[in-house]
């Protein structure tokens, strides 16, 4: 009997370890400090999470079809620094759709590089990850982008608007989510993904079209970072050259810790929104415990790789393993 | 050869493996300066036999025993260490390392603060590399040299033990005829210095130049040696194959349709040349062949994933240009590769997503999947090919070999295609598993389609196919009739020795 409750705990674990996790983390957050769950906290964590939850959710597509995309940070500094630009020349009503396609253009560089081309994800999304960067500041001329007339501009609206009392970015992000999840799970292209990511070379003699599913695993990627972009923009009408500079690994992180496999195939989009606020909320306990800034970037890596190696542990129902 | 004392001796080997005997008492005796030839079909117990060899496997019972005392070997290196190394079919080498380094890998000759001898190790290195007759020295980078060097080099790292056995496991796979005779004057060098040699070969006429003796495996169970210059080869087959085996094939003769797919002179670089063939509707034609013989490249042509140097192609007299598996399936072929969990099945997905995967968008309403539709065939080919798992849930990787094989043969069954390609149908399937899917083979010819069978298993092409095409060296030797084939005559045509004649 202990056994098999034993045996039946393991299983949970293995299937709901990061779950389970994050219920333990909350708790013993909310016993050191009330203030955690007080519910305008709660949506504070969620709102500023949500650029980061709306590029996760794209990469998530790419890390379950069997690639990586680390290119997401400086391409999201590139779609602000766009958007922000050209709505003081053509007008918001114009900037949107021209930055959503200059984005377009560069997911699809991405995907023919690692599609059609079979290019290691990992160098062409590092490279794109410099590239962009650098085609950001030459738009930019390394100054500071900010839009002239903050005050008369409706932009704001997809930062730091409301409706119904609820922020813009957590609606995006919800919204986005559902969507997005009924892509991958509901839809012949999802599934696809998945058999691309799972084994694809099985998928080729399935008579699946491996380099195209990769090539729209890019394409919706920096769709999302198109829309997070545009988030990110609206909230500061105003940004710097590198304001997504490191987030490519958060996004990573939060998709790696919702269960997504690096090696493809597996994954979820529910798990993927539990992974971004695991760590959102992660971040947020540290700095309500009043740990210094960068106290938390320590923190916040290892309790991001103890969570992966509980996960991996639990999967093979032992600590340690000499093969993988 | 005298009888002296053997290097080697396996006394009574037994090794079971959950529900099956893999070997079953099998004794071999290795003298020194001898060239003893393994053989046995695929599944007879050779491979398992030389890793219990090896060092790999434990035998359950029996004793290995080196100049007659008996030792317990429980790694590759531990053989290694007591003189019995292994040449692989497939070669173990690090590309970009240089020859020297290759052979001395893990054991590089050190000076002090474990700096590597450089001059000792290219030394020691030239020295044996002379002792082969090579013309490339310790320093080239491994990745520059032909296949058959490569082989050398795998030989060198042999002597560096000075091995008392040493056994070669399909060594003449991919070397051209001149550089065979290379590696046969290697191993009369060997002999000449009093190792044992154990060779590992499906090639008859190789086995006849170059062995003393013979050894057959056949079902995990020893059957004999014979000295090669006092038998023949028919002899050493009648052992190999036995003559318990069930060949009766299905009597009842079904009336064929019309020609599904003809190939015409279809080439493919070196793989295979002016490969012509036709199947009809309600047959079953077999290609037996060594492994490397052209009859999977020429499979992955009809699928189009490689793309063929000449010839034509036609599905139902249509002539038709095969760029893409797409294609493929649209013109109807549907192919069960041979590396069942390697190219048919996404482990990780399961049972209905699998078999469905080709034509999920055709069952898509509107922009979703529909589940209704894809559970209806996952259910109707579970029920039809017997597919015991739980539902349809289940993640492929939990289910047995020969469930995995019915999901990929469903998969194809469900688009019902013109042809339908087999490669190695029961490739690591157990008994009885395998002779339900010849029996569901046979069915499908039954209901009318066209079937390709490609194996290398004998027994096998004999109890499915209605006609054999037998490949050598990527050509199609000879085409037989099932009424018309024997053993002997199948297994000439596939080494090679069978002049000749026109498909």
Known sequence: MAALTREAAGRLLARQGILVAFAVFMVVFALANPRFIDIGNVAGVIRSSAILGVMALGVTFVVIGGNLDLSVGSMMSFSTIVVL?????????????????????????????????????????????????GLTLMWSGGKNMDIADKA?????????????????PILIFALLAVVLSVVLSRTPFGRKVYAVGGNGTAATFSGVPRARVVFLTYILSAFCVAIAGLMQASRSLGSQNTVGQGMELEV???????????????????????????????????????????????????????????????????LWSPIA | ???????????????????????????????????????????????????????????????????????????????????????????SLADELSV??????????????????????YATTDAILKTLNVRFDARTRVGD???????????????????????????????????????????????????????????????????????????????????????????????????SLDLSRSPVRHALGKVALEVRGLSCGHLYRDVSFSVREGEVLGFYGLVGAGRTEIAETLFGLRTPSAGSIRVNGDEVRIGSPVDAIRHGIGLVPEDRKGQGLVLGMNCRDNMTLPQVDDLSTGPFVSDGAEVAIFDQYRDRLDIRTPGWRQIVGNLSGGNQQKIVIGKWLSMRPQVLIVDEPTRGIDVGSKSEIHNLIRDLAAQGYAVIVISSE??????????????????????????????????????????????
């Not at chain 2, 590089?108 to 450089?118: A, E, I, Q, T, Y």
């Not at chain 2, 008859?204 to 130049?209: T, V, Y």
């Not at chain 2, 092409?461 to 095409?469: G, P």
Request: glycine fraction near 10%; charge should be negative; include cysteine.
């Open chain 1, 152 to 168: 008369g501009t409706w932009f704001g609206i997809f930062g730091r608007g409301d409706v119904l009392g609820i922020p813009v």
């Open chain 2, 100 to 121: 020297a380094e290759n052979i001395f890998l893990g054991e590089l000759p050190r000076k002090r603060f474990g700096r590597v001898d450089w001059t000792r190790l």
């Open chain 1, 252 to 318: 990573l992180a939060a998709v790696i810790l919702g269960g997504a496999s690096l090696l493809g195939g597996a994954g979820t989009i529910f798990k993927t929104v539990i992974g971004v606020l695991i760590l959102g909320f992660i971040q947020n306990g540290l700095l309500l415990m009043g740990l210094e800034f960068y106290v938390q970037y320590v923190v916040t890596w290892v309790i991001i790789i103890l969570a992966v190696w509980l996960d991996i542990a639990a999967k093979r129902s032992r």
């Open chain 2, 145 to 243: 040299l032909s296949i058959a060097n490569q082989q050398m080099v795998e030989i060198a790292r042999a002597l560096t033990v000075s091995p008392r056995a040493v056994i070669f496991d399909e060594p003449t796979a991919s070397l051209t005829d001149a550089e065979k005779v290379v590696l046969f004057d290697v191993i009369e060098d060997l002999k000449a210095k009093g190792v044992g040699i154990i060779y590992i070969s499906h090639r008859m006429e190789e086995i006849f130049r170059i062995t003393d003796r013979i050894s057959v495996l056949r079902d995990g169970q020893y059957r004999g040696t014979l000295r090669t210059a006092e038998t023949t080869e028919d002899e050493v087959t009648q052992l190999m194959i036995g003559r």
């Open chain 2, 1 to 91: 050869m005298t009888d002296a004392t053997p290097v080697l001796r396996l006394e009574g080997i037994v090794k079971t493996f959950p529900g099956v005997r893999a070997l079953d008492g099998v004794d071999l005796e290795l003298r020194p300066g001898e060239v003893h030839a393994l053989m046995g079909e695929n599944g007879a117990g050779k491979s398992t036999l030389m890793k219990v060899l090896g060092g790999i496997l434990q035998p359950n019972e029996g004793r290995i025993l080196i100049d007659e005392a008996p030792v317990v070997m429980t790694s590759p290196l531990e053989a290694k260490g007591k003189g019995v190394v292994f040449i692989h079919q497939e070669l």
């Open chain 2, 458 to 503: 004998m027994p096998e092409v004999l109890h499915v196919s209605d006609r054999i095409a037998a490949m050598y060296s990527g050509r199609i030797m000879r085409t037989f009739a099932a009424e018309e084939v024997t053993e002997d005559s199948l297994i000439q045509a596939i080494s090679g020795l069978e002049p000749e004649k026109v498909a």
């Open chain 1, 85 to 133: 630009d050209l709505h003081d020349t053509l007008g918001p009503a114009l900037a949107i759709p021209a930055m959503f396609a200059l984005t377009l253009c560069l997911g699809a560089f991405i995907g023919i590089l690692v599609g059609y081309l079979k290019l290691n994800s990992l160098i062409v999304t590092l490279g794109m990850l410099s590239a962009i960067h």
